[in-house]
T-cell receptor, first 113, second 116 residues
Framework: DQQVKQNSPSLSVQEGRISILNCDYTNSMFDYFLWYKKYPAEGPTFLISISSIKDKNEDGRFTVFLNKSAKHLSLHIVPSQPGDSAVYFCAASGIQGAQKLVFGQGTRLTINP | NAGVMQNPRHLVRRRGQEARLRCSPMKGHSHVYWYRQLPEEGLKFMVYLQKENIIDESGMPKERFSAEFPKEGPSILRIQQVVRGDSAAYFC??????????????FGEGSRLTVL
């Protein structure tokens, strides 16, 4: 049972344009959502998070949007840079805290020069 | 300040052998989490520990897998009698307190287990 889904395994974007990565979830008990970035042979690194009481959180070039009614969140990266090429994981946690982050399958983002 | 340290980075074992993976959390962090990533999949929660206590092991297979986080020393994930299906990347993460301020966990670089 995949509670967090990233339906696009890969995404290719031109440098300077906007990258939009999508994530859907099924468990309405999730109340915290995070995005992690992962380079090959490295561990995931935290990018940005959002709690369920908000619908938007911004940090520099990264913005996360949450639509609770649709159980959908998205990560916007603008402008996209070559260094953004990586695998992006969406993750969610429930009221108990982050000890059980539930991850999506990941989306491989490639930024083309 | 070193981040989460995992070793070994790569481990090769034959079927039936034991695998021990070690994790030293970030300085000041007392909460440790283990996740497993199978090829082409996301990370799956295995176990959450604090010093000398297993808090949540709901993601651990019932047999052959065990974890500990002793008072002194690193956390250890132990896999007995490994099988080919255990081949995966095992990631350790830590936080200063339960869940961290933003739910953020700090991950190590992972230990890649290959079972021949």
């Amino acid at each position: 049972d995949q509670q967090v889904k990233q339906n696009s395994p890969s995404l290719s974007v031109q440098e300077g344009r906007i990258s939009i990565l999508n994530c859907d979830y099924t468990n309405s008990m999730f109340d915290y959502f995070l995005w992690y970035k992962k380079y090959p042979a490295e561990g995931p690194t935290f990018l940005i998070s959002i709690s369920s009481i908000k619908d938007k959180n911004e940090d520099g070039r990264f913005t996360v949007f949450l639509n609770k009614s649709a159980k959908h969140l998205s990560l916007h990266i603008v402008p996209s840079q070559p260094g953004d090429s990586a695998v992006y994981f969406c993750a969610a946690s429930g009221i108990q805290g982050a000890q059980k982050l539930v991850f999506g399958q990941g989306t491989r983002l490639t930024i083309n020069p | 300040n070193a981040g989460v340290m995992q070793n070994p980075r790569h481990l090769v074992r034959r079927r039936g052998q034991e695998a021990r993976l070690r994790c030293s959390p970030m300085k000041g962090h007392s909460h440790v989490y283990w996740y497993r990533q199978l090829p082409e999949e996301g990370l799956k929660f295995m176990v959450y520990l604090q010093k000398e206590n297993i808090i949540d092991e709901s993601g651990m297979p019932k047999e052959r897998f065990s974890a500990e986080f002793p008072k002194e020393g690193p956390s250890i994930l132990r896999i007995q009698q490994v099988v080919r299906g255990d081949s995966a990347a095992y990631f350790c993460a830590s936080s200063q307190r339960r869940g961290g301020d933003t739910g953020e966990l700090f991950f190590g670089e992972g230990s890649r287990l290959t079972v021949l």
